[in-house]
Nanobody, 115 residues
């Protein structure tokens, strides 16, 4: 059974940091490109960061220089290190795995940036 389980969300003050994790199971993790998306209330889901199976990374302009995506294929886990957080980063963050037509989603984890 395919599973993507996100963790690490929570409440943080502006300027703070959080590290999200997404643990994968039920598929060959190393083959898949992994992405983090986020969705704020009333907004469309947007792509935040992407890491390919080979380790190449890309970021949305809004998070470039503040967020870092990484993966550990031994642990079947992808991470999103979020630094210098802003209130506008508040959203539900989702993990996504994509390979050919195989497309899997996690259940999401809430990140709230507020003083």
């Amino acid at each position: 059974q395919v599973q993507l389980v996100e963790s690490g969300g929570g409440l943080v003050q502006p300027g703070g940091s959080l590290r999200l994790s997404c643990a994968a199971s039920g598929f060959t993790f190393s083959r898949y490109g992994m992405k983090w998306y986020r969705q704020a209330p009333g907004e469309e889901r947007e792509l935040v960061a992407h890491i390919t199976s080979g380790g190449t990374t890309n970021y949305a302009d809004s998070v470039k220089g503040r967020f870092t995506i990484s993966r550990d294929n031994r642990k079947n886990t992808v991470y999103l290190q979020m630094d210098s957080l802003k209130p506008e980063d508040t959203a539900v963050y989702y993990c996504n795995a994509l390979w050919i037509s195989y497309n899997y989603w996690g259940q999401g984890t809430q990140v709230t940036v507020s003083s």
